[in-house]
């Protein structure tokens, strides 16, 4: 296996021609380093050339990203896997496309990230490839995207300030978003409609158990949930509601 840091990319992102593949390509291409390593992904070339062409009219000063492609079998992407030390990838629905990937990934130690929100896929990726992951040096990041994103980053950033300006570590931290305002993509709604069908409710129920996708294990004094929270998911907290 080729040393991650003897890769001929930094970043490749797989699917970047999809709905929120272009959306990453476009921030990449205007907020990252100009002298950044990265290739765009998929199987179509023309697309990825069509892709590369919009993308030199938005920073015309930053080279153009590779172009790289691949199919969705093992091989292909274990492949690709090794040429980037990151591969991001938005090709959904991940319980359908994204095993190949993440598993190529874990296998050649490259680190993964993508922006599924599909929790029981997540459960078995967890149960499959913890192991192989840790063993390559493999960091594995799933659900980037904006079902877990805001509330990661609002969590990093407040334990990060109160450890700089306090000194001291914190326990639980509840978060609480209001009046949250977006659009459901194709994929987002292909994966709700193919979901039920891949998974049973046993393993739904399963999967949504606190600390159920966590590689780490829970703390002995685990938060116990109330029989309301237990009927309906939702948990009332004092002052936040």
């Known amino acids: 296996m080729a040393s991650n840091q003897s890769r001929q990319y930094e970043v490749i992102l797989f699917g970047a021609t999809g709905y929120t593949g272009k959306y990453t390509a476009e921030y990449l291409t205007t907020s990252s380093p100009t002298n950044l390593k990265w290739a765009i992904a998929g199987r179509s070339q023309s697309k990825l050339r069509d892709l590369a062409k919009e993308l030199q009219t938005l920073n015309p000063n930053r080279p153009s990203p590779a172009i790289e492609t691949s199919e969705l079998d093992p091989a292909s992407l274990e492949k690709l896997a090794l040429k980037t030390k990151v591969l991001v990838t938005t090709v959904g ?3 359908k496309y994204g ?17 599924t929100g599909e929790i029981p896929w997540v459960y078995d990726m967890v149960n499959q490839y913890h192991d192989t992951a840790k063993q390559t040096g493999a960091i594995i990041i799933p659900q980037c995207g ?4 805001p509330s990661d980053l609002m969590c990093w950033a407040l334990v990060n300030h109160i450890r700089e300006t306090l000194h001291t570590g914190t326990g639980e ?9 977006g659009s459901a993509s194709g ?8 979901l039920f069908d891949r998974y049973g409710l046993g393993e ?19 938060y116990s949930k109330s029989l309301t929270e237990k009927l309906t998911g939702l948990r009332t907290v004092n002052d936040l509601g």
């Open 93 to 95: 629905p991940y319980h």
């Open 99 to 115: 095993t190949a990937v993440l598993a190529a990934c874990a296998k050649t130690g490259t680190h993964y990230l993508d922006v």
């Open 146 to 149: 904006v079902e877990s994103a």
């Open 173 to 181: 931290i509840v978060y609480s978003m209001h009046d949250m305002k």
């Open 187 to 194: 994929g987002t709604l292909s994966t709700i409609l193919t």
């Open 204 to 222: 739904l129920a399963k999967s949504s158990a606190r600390w159920s996708i966590s590689a780490v294990k829970p703390p002995k004094q685990a």
